[in-house]
């Protein structure tokens, strides 16, 4: 099955700092990923749709200069979490969608555990 | 606006059957979805429905009534591994997936 790679699983990080994620493809390719950001107890909330070769596409109220979306691949996504604050500390999750698979399927990544001291 | 309800947290027996009721108002529809979230984990698909009507995988199934805006899960011979949020999600008239906050499901010996 297909799968998704999500590097690091968590990491800890002080105020201020910049913190990378990277979201892979491993056997497949994906001209579309998302990312998700998902606080305790509460629904996967979308950041971004990310498109290789072009500009992400940001949900309102997400700050594209503050999370930085690269997709310079067909099976890397990274985003960067820019000047991080407590207040970022969360579960991101990444998923992809196959260029060669069903239009409706998502797989998602393990996640990544970010906290902000 | 848009909005997908689901019970907040269930209970079930170990061997059991349980359903997971799932209610939405969203801005059109082009199918809806249901993932296993393990805690700390990310969501694992379980199935899709775009047509009304009940679709059978083993020892769950999910069901949809587009005009009612309403889908259930099915859990059949519940196990404890199957102790999970279950997420239910509808695609909207944008292709946008809007995600229900989950339901825990708490299964008991």
């Known amino acids: 099955g297909a799968v998704v790679s999500q590097h690091p699983s968590w990491v800890i990080c002080k105020s201020g700092t910049s913190v990378k994620i990277e979201c892979r493809s491993l056997?497949?390719?994906?001209?579309?990923m998302f990312w998700y950001r998902q606080f305790p107890k509460q629904s996967l909330m979308l950041m971004a749709t990310?498109?290789?070769?072009?500009?992400?596409?940001?949900e309102q109220g997400v700050e594209k200069d503050k999370f930085l979306i690269n997709h310079a691949s067909l099976t890397l996504s990274t985003l960067t979490v820019t000047s991080a604050h407590p207040e970022d500390s969360s579960f991101y999750i990444c998923?992809?969608?196959?260029?060669?698979?069903?239009?409706?399927?998502?797989?998602f990544g393990p996640g990544t555990r970010l906290t902000v001291t | 606006g848009q909005n997908i309800d689901q019970p907040t947290e269930m209970t079930a027996t170990e061997g059991a059957i349980v359903q997971i009721n799932c209610t939405y108002q969203?801005?059109?529809?082009?199918?809806l979805f249901w993932y296993q979230q393990h805690a700390g984990e990310a969501p694992t698909f379980l199935s899709y429905?775009?047509l009304d009507g009940l679709e059978e995988k083993g020892s769950f199934s999910s069901f949809l009534s587009r005009s009612k805006g309403y889908s259930y899960l099915l859990l059949k011979e519940l196990q404890m591994k199957d102790s999970a949020s279950y997420l239910c999600?509808?695609?909207?008239?944008?292709?946008?997936?809007?995600w229900g906050a989950g339901t825990k499901l708490i299964i008991k010996p």
């Open positions: 998923s992809a969608r196959d260029i060669a698979g069903s239009d409706y399927e998502q797989y």
């Open positions: 056997d497949f390719q994906a001209t579309t």
């Open positions: 990310s498109n290789e070769g072009s500009k992400a596409t940001y």
């Open positions: 969203t801005s059109g529809f082009n199918g």
């Open positions: 429905n775009v």
């Open positions: 999600a509808v695609r909207d008239s944008n292709y946008q997936l809007i």
